[in-house]
């Protein structure tokens, strides 16, 4: 296995991604940007640059490509099969076969936030993704997980102060969500 991290000199606009041995060994930069997410495979990596949007490239850090100028905060889903990344008040899903792109939220459910924040956690079995989002009206900070392929199953697990840290991760029982708040 390889990990992937990023670093920086200070915030986003100097970050660079860096893929190494989990001994910190063969450590290779792969170039600007952040928030880097390797597909399961180990081949291919997206990432978010505030230059470029959404980027994808190879895993040696070839072939760079931007998917989407505004999208931000992407990640692979643990099968392979779909990118996400957050854009305004939706989450943007794409198919890695078919280059197709759908919205995860419904225009309903879309409308009622103010905001999505970066750094989504996909489910292990890659059918729920949970994020942080701030209502239209309001503050408010909001733990809200949805299920890829039923548009119905929209949940608001936590709404109230904004001490809600933007990253997520699941539990491997995929029925527990995992982040961090103040």
């Known amino acids: 296995g390889r990990l992937i991290c990023d670093m920086s000199t200070g915030g986003t606009d100097t970050s660079h991604i860096v893929l190494m041995n989990p001994d910190g060994t063969n450590m ?44 931000w905060g992407t990640q692979w889903s643990p099968d392979g099969r779909t990118i996400a990344w957050g854009s305004g008040t939706q989450i943007v899903l794409l198919d890695v076969k078919t280059n197709r792109r759908r919205d995860l939220l419904t225009p309903e459910q879309s409308a009622m936030l103010g905001s999505v924040y970066w750094n989504l956690g996909w489910s292990t079995d890659s059918q729920w993704i949970a ?52």
């Open 28 to 71: 290779k930069d792969l170039g600007l940007g952040c928030m880097p997410s390797l597909s399961p495979d180990g081949r291919h990596v997206v990432c978010s640059d505030p230059r470029e949007g959404i980027v994808r490239m190879k895993a040696d850090g070839s072939d760079r490509e931007t998917i989407e100028r505004n999208g």
């Open 131 to 182: 994020f942080k989002a701030r209502r239209a009206t309001g503050n408010d900070g909001m733990v809200v997980v949805a299920n890829v392929k039923s548009p119905d199953e929209f949940k608001i697990l936590y709404e109230g102060p904004n001490r809600i840290n933007e990253d997520f991760t699941w539990h491997p029982d995929n029925a527990h969500v995992v982040c961090a708040m103040r």
